[in-house]
């Protein structure tokens, strides 16, 4: 005698769909009040800039222009009066060496303090560190003075020495935190194939030291650009003025162009926001990475 078996198909369970919650409700209500009060000045600077000079007045701040012109934009970029683009060639100039000299020698630096430990290590490290904490405002006239004792060359140049030395503390402080955390087999293996503390450095060291640049770089390269205190103190030129002075001098002696403030304000920050447009995942990555850490 036969019998069918019958065979009895599994049930699929279908994934349950997740009901928001109070909680949740009121998180992401939160995020996106948070995000309008960051966007809200933007958007103004976004439409003040094409407007005309008779719309952009602050009662319209919030009013969509009339009639959309790029006059400002033009204004702000190559006029004869407001003109930034030769100030953002003093910017780069000024910011590119000084970001990568100081990236460099901190990474030198924390190589050493991780690494190949001396006596009085750690004392070194301490100092290094009480750097940062050294406010613009106490160096100012005793910088400017050794400036001029020792003949340095005005304009750029002390601009970019100002900010070497005030990067090293940052710069090696974060080289120093992510050495830590490399395999001291790695090391200890350089060591065994007789290699010298220059020799590990650039051949064991340096290869994985990526994530930790590309911090320290864009680190070095927001501060150094907005910077407006050392600029304005120690370059006397307005020719050699970066890009933060004169968007300080936009404004007139009669007549506030606000059209041409907020456009030239768009365009001082454009270089910082490509670099985290461009870089700003690495940038994570490297604080994840342990750049950071220790």
């Known amino acids: 005698m036969s019998t069918a078996s019958a065979t009895v198909e599994p049930r699929v369970r279908r994934p349950r769909r997740r009901r928001a919650t109070g909680a949740q409700v009121l998180k992401y209500a939160a995020l996106l009040f948070a995000a309008l009060v960051v966007l809200l000045p933007v958007y103004v600077l976004l439409v003040a800039s094409f407007k005309t000079g008779a719309e ?41 060496p000084a970001t990568l000299i100081s990236t460099f020698l901190g990474s030198l630096n924390g190589f050493v303090l991780s690494r190949w430990r001396f006596p009085g290590a750690d004392l070194v490290f301490l100092f290094l560190l009480f750097g940062m904490f050294i ?20 304009g750029i140049p002390r601009l970019v020495f100002a900010h070497i030395v005030y990067g090293i503390p940052i710069t090696t402080l974060i080289f120093r935190s992510y050495y830590a955390t490399i395999p001291e087999d790695l090391i200890e293996a350089a060591r065994m194939d007789r290699a010298g503390m220059l020799r590990t450095y650039w051949s064991v060291v340096l290869p994985v030291s990526a994530p930790a640049f590309v911090v320290t770089a864009i680190w070095q390269f927001t501060s150094i650009w907005n910077d407006f205190l050392f600029a304005v103190f120690i370059v006397d030129d307005p020719e050699q003025w970066p890009v933060t002075v004169a968007l300080n001098n936009t404004t007139g002696s009669f007549v506030t162009p606000y059209n041409v403030q907020m456009a030239a304000a768009l365009i001082a920050s454009l270089p910082t926001l490509v670099v985290y447009i461009l870089l700003g995942r690495y940038f994570m990555r490297g604080l994840m990475a342990g750049a950071l850490k220790g």
């Open 56 to 96: 952009a007045e602050p009662s319209r701040a919030w009013a969509l222009p009339d009639v959309w012109s790029l006059d400002a934009w033009r204004q702000a970029w190559n006029g004869e009066q407001y003109g930034l683009l030769p100030f953002l060639e003093n910017s780069f100039k000024l910011v590119i």
């Open 135 to 154: 406010p613009y405002q106490a160096v100012m006239i005793p910088l400017t003075q050794i400036f001029i004792d020792v003949d340095f060359p005005e």
